[in-house]
């Protein structure tokens, strides 16, 4: 990442000056430091790729999960485009290295990242505003999940029109980047509160073990999804989500792509206000069932589990939609989403 345009205005007249004040803040130290060595990011795609075909967990597989479901929705073009940029080491399997960001956040070089990941929003607003919320901890504009995304879009939208952009930016980096960042937007907690970190200072008890609420939707509900329905395969859990595209969710796949399906490209101001709509979505879903009955000490069981999962599988479905969508535009010349 060479530079960070983001903080499109809410108003019209702060537009040059946030775009500006944007643009300087990418020549310090936060987005420069793009530039890891080769052998220690090919070291981190290698931790992952054993990661990701051991033993998994939520996290990963809910980002395998949601990358899994898009490439299903990618048009040739998009297919051709995706497999030139990914490492080697991914074999053409954009899914394989979902959970890349959040293996290399691990690695000093990368901890700048980590604010990119979610949302801080007020106690109890169940509301989601860009200029309020999108920061880091520092106070720093734009350093969220939806900055993020915002910032990865653009950096592929614009070196696909201008082939000479292309020596400004990673190009492989930001895919890996923009895939696993649609997949975090759509998990509601992290769109959660500031006082409990987005669940993350909530001790409950998922069953008879002790965890955090934030856990619980990163891992616990899948798991538990997979040890009930799924004999424990990921796989079978993907063949389902996507039956349910096919058929249940078939009349609501248009309404969650981010632009019309007629546009070749989303215009920035347009694909702000979506990612911002995607979390919307969640920290109202986090209000309504993430934190609801699940105060500190308190045992989820089978009551929370069984009217949290159909939220939990519906947002892993919208993210693999969206980011299909997403590349799509970016990559092909007549965008449309169909199934493969």
């Known amino acids: 990442m060479r530079e960070f345009l983001l903080n499109l205005p809410m108003e019209e007249e702060s537009k040059s000056n946030r775009i500006k004040e944007a643009t300087q803040r990418a020549k310090g130290p936060g987005f420069l430091r793009m530039g890891l060595s080769l052998r220690l990011w090919l070291s981190s795609v290698l931790v992952l790729t054993q990661l990701v075909h051991g033993a998994l967990c939520w996290g990963k597989d809910g980002h395998y999960t949601v990358c899994k479901i898009a490439e299903g929705y990618f048009e040739e073009e998009t297919v051709a485009a995706v497999k030139k940029l990914l490492p080697e ?38 509301n989601y505003e860009y200029c309020r919320d999108c920061h880091d901890t520092h106070g720093h504009k734009d350093w969220c999940v939806t900055g993020a995304i915002f910032n990865y879009t653009k950096q592929l939208m614009s070196a696909s029109v201008n082939s000479q952009s292309i020596v400004h930016y990673n190009l492989t980096e ?22 409990d970190l987005g669940g993350n200072t909530i001790i409950v008890h998922w069953y008879q073990r002790k965890t955090n ?18 004999n424990s395969s990921l796989p079978l859990m993907i063949q389902a989500l996507q039956a349910k595209l096919t058929n249940g969710w ?10 019309q399906l007629n546009q070749t490209a989303c215009p920035n101001r347009m694909v702000l206000s979506y990612v911002i709509r995607y979390a919307s979505e969640s920290i109202d879903l986090a209000c309504k069932y993430a934190y609801r009955n699940a105060t500190p000490g308190t045992t989820l069981g089978d009551d929370y589990f069984l009217s949290r999962l159909p939220i939990v599988e519906k947002r892993l479905a919208q993210g693999g939609i ?19």
């Open 89 to 126: 080491t991914a074999e053409g399997d954009l899914a394989s290295v979902c959970s890349w960001p959040d293996e290399i956040k691990r690695f000093s070089e990368w901890q700048w990242t980590s604010s990119m990941h979610y949302i801080n929003t007020p106690e109890y607003r169940c």
């Open 174 to 195: 930001a895919l890996m980047f923009l895939s696993h960042y649609m997949g975090d937007v759509h998990q509601p907690l992290h769109t959660g509160f500031l006082g």
């Open 213 to 230: 609420l934030h856990h619980v939707w990163d891992n616990m509900i899948i798991e538990s999804a997979l040890e009930t329905y799924y």
């Open 250 to 259: 078939s009349n609501d796949v248009p309404l969650w792509e981010s632009c």
């Open 322 to 340: 969206r980011l299909a969508a997403t590349l799509n535009r970016i990559f092909s010349a007549k965008p449309k989403l169909s199934r493969l």
